[in-house]
């Protein structure tokens, strides 16, 4: 009875999130969590900056969540980069959109000296949304079934922007996976490291993440400097994508014939980039309609496309 009450105030605001404390603050349980779950893996800034130190058991909860709790003003969320060939207009499954376009390119162009003109501007949400504690996002029901039910919890209405939104999410996260793809959508980072060492199958990972530096904006040239990492074609990794929700949620995947990357880039102002870019080498289940098809002007089944992640995104390998 008492953590619903903790639940109910949480959520108590129309979407709403966590402001992380000072420095000063006691350690995240899910930081804790991670550093006995991975103790190898040091936690890349991206993700620590997503913890919420609200701690349900701390006797100043009730306190601490009245004075950290936020409105949430703008969500900007990235779907997953493709688009199930099953989903047509005529079809009851979700059709997967893309909310701005990744950069594709072919495999067989990809190195040293490849050059890139664009702004390199990776999108992400210019509003930080946060993990919420673990114990708090498993009691949120989170499926299309009890959608009504996690629309009153969250004091959201339906028909809302961020009601229509946590619905297409509900139904992305629901829809068949493709051959060979695992996937799992996921509310607590708690849960990621889970799903991650399971289907990579170790505690001893490496996480990689896109990191623009820009000291000057605008269409610039970017050239290939150099590829420190390239995974083996036999390599277990797992891709997770931010999804729209009130509340952190990632959408994660694991794709067979899939190889990864990370890149460095130099544009001929200065700015540097270190990208992690995917590259699918088994196109054939794509929508044929995807745009990469018709950007790099190739078929389903045809030449291993890739693309960059996004700098709201992360991708586990094993370390070994």
């Known amino acids: 009875m008492e953590f619903l009450v903790i639940v109910a105030v949480l959520l108590s605001f129309t979407g709403c999130h966590a402001k992380i404390k000072d420095s000063s603050s006691p350690m995240p349980l899910a ?14 800034t991206l993700l620590l900056a997503h913890l919420s130190s609200l701690e349900p058991n701390s006797p100043s909860y009730f306190k601490q969540t009245s ?36 950069m594709f390119f072919l495999q067989k162009t990809l190195s040293i000296g490849t050059k890139f003109t664009t702004d390199m501007v990776f999108w992400k949400s210019t ?12 009691k949120i029901p989170f499926s299309t ?24 999410t509900l139904e992305v996260c629901e829809s068949s996976a493709m051959t ?13 490291i889970d799903y991650t060492t399971s289907q990579i199958g170790t505690n001893d990972l490496n996480v990689f993440v896109t990191n623009v530096s820009k000291t000057k904006s605008g269409l610039q040239q970017y050239s290939l400097a150099s590829i420190s990492f390239e995974s083996k074609p ?17 959408f994660c995947h694991q794709i067979k014939d899939t190889r990864m990357f990370q890149l460095s880039f130099k544009s001929d102002e200065g700015n540097i980039a270190e990208m992690v870019a995917v590259c699918h080498e088994d ?30 995104e992360i991708l586990w390998i094993a370390a070994n």
């Not at 709790?69 to 980069?81: C, F, G, N, R, V």
């Not at 509003?127 to 498993?138: I, Q």
């Not at 036999?234 to 990632?250: D, E, K, N, Q, W």
């Open 234 to 250: 036999t390599s277990r990794f797992v891709a997770c994508h931010p999804i729209g929700y009130p509340y952190l949620v990632y």
């Open 67 to 102: 004075t950290l709790i936020q409105p949430l003003t703008k969500i900007i969320y990235t779907h997953i980069t493709y688009t199930r060939n099953t989903a047509t207009s005529n079809s009851t499954k979700p059709k997967v959109t893309v909310s701005a376009e990744p």
């Open 180 to 192: 060979g793809e695992s996937k799992k959508c996921l509310t607590s980072l708690e849960s990621m």
């Open 283 to 312: 196109t054939s289940e794509w929508n044929p309609e995807h745009v990469s098809f018709k950007m790099l002007h190739v078929k389903p089944g045809g030449e291993a496309i890739c693309h960059f992640m996004t700098e709201d």
């Open 127 to 138: 509003e930080t949304l946060y993990f919420l504690p673990v114990v708090v996002a498993n």
């Open 145 to 168: 079934k009890s959608l009504s039910a996690s629309l009153k919890t969250l004091h959201i209405t339906p028909n809302s922007e961020m009601g229509l939104t946590m619905k297409e």
């Open 31 to 44: 930081l804790s969590y991670w550093n006995n779950k991975l103790p190898t893996t040091p936690i890349p």
